[in-house]
């Protein structure tokens, strides 16, 4: 496994060519073991994984503490490479339920107060909303972490899961690095008007769900339970013909990556790093082992006869069910 870099757009930093989401570690696909959790995000340092992604309230603040054991007990070499990308602005209750988003320049310092103290670090390497809040303009939110970066408590401005407009209005408030937003050969619609508007304003993507949630890491099957607490439990991709239908697409990848003889997950990554050299996928790795075959998609060269044999296993628009459920859907800019 060779560890290439990216850029994060023009004014961002250089970062591994993979980066590891922590999501999954807190709770968000049922429950995670935390020794094991730790000893993923210090392989992940250790094979020259230098970006790691989370949010405030991944776990209520359980994912940035996680983080930050991770980095305290790791090698100081490896801890000094590591870039921190937090999403803010989500809000939680203490049942676990969420009730929307707060983007006001106040909330925002706020939230940043807390993360730092929870990463025990003095500036956050990228901080991006992680929705927009549609009472709060975008200029205002992003003018906040703007703030926040001339004082030095935050290095690089991202954005989540918005549009092209909103895209457009933010580049027009502070420099963006990058757009974090769900893109895989499942999750087509960043290439309608999103991908082009950030090539154009240098903005790079940093890719998550690039396995749709697992559902074509090839792991999965049909008789696959998912704890009521695990996101899948209610993902519409998951659900009865839509699952069934789903895993069919994943078969016929499947002939693919055996043809190359590489898996199911390495083809779909390897998907997504063909698809530009701005663009970043965050693997969901919380596990040693999924981390080690995600790692292997860096390896995976795929030729055009390749990416042919791809869409045609995996049309673009193939997929049945959205990729949130009805309500979340609805919160999303970027599907505007
Ligand atoms: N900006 C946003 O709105 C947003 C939303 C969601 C996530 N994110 C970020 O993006 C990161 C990645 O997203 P994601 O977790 O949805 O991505 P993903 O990589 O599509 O899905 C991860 C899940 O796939 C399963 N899996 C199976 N084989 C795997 C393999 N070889 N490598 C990795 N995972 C494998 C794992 O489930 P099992 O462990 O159960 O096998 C894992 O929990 C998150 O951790 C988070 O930091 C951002």
Redo the contacts with the bound molecule.
Sequence with gaps: MTMHTRTLGTTGPQVSALGL????MSG???AADRDESIATIHAALDAGVTLL???DF?GMGHNELLIAEALRTAPAALRDNALISV?FGALRDPDGGWSGFDGRPAAVKNFAAYSLQRLGVDHIDVYRP??LDPDVPIEETVGAIAELVEKGYVRHIGL??VGADTIRRAAATAPIADL???Y?LVSRGPERDILPTTRELGIAITA???????LI????TPDQQFAANDFRAYSPRFQGDNYRHNLTLVEALRKIAEQKGV?V?QIAIAWVLSRGDDIVP??????RE??T??LGALDVTLDRADLDAIDEAVPAEAVAGTRYAAEQMAMLDSER
């Excluded at 989401?21 to 999954?24: E, L, R």
């Design positions: 989401g922590c999501m999954g968000m696909y049922g992604d989370t949010g991944y999403k992680s929705r989540s899961e974090q937003i769900e895989a998550y769900g690039v396995l749709s949630r697992g890491s090839g792991h999965f898996t997950a965050l693997v969901g790795a919380r596990t999924r981390l075959e995600s």
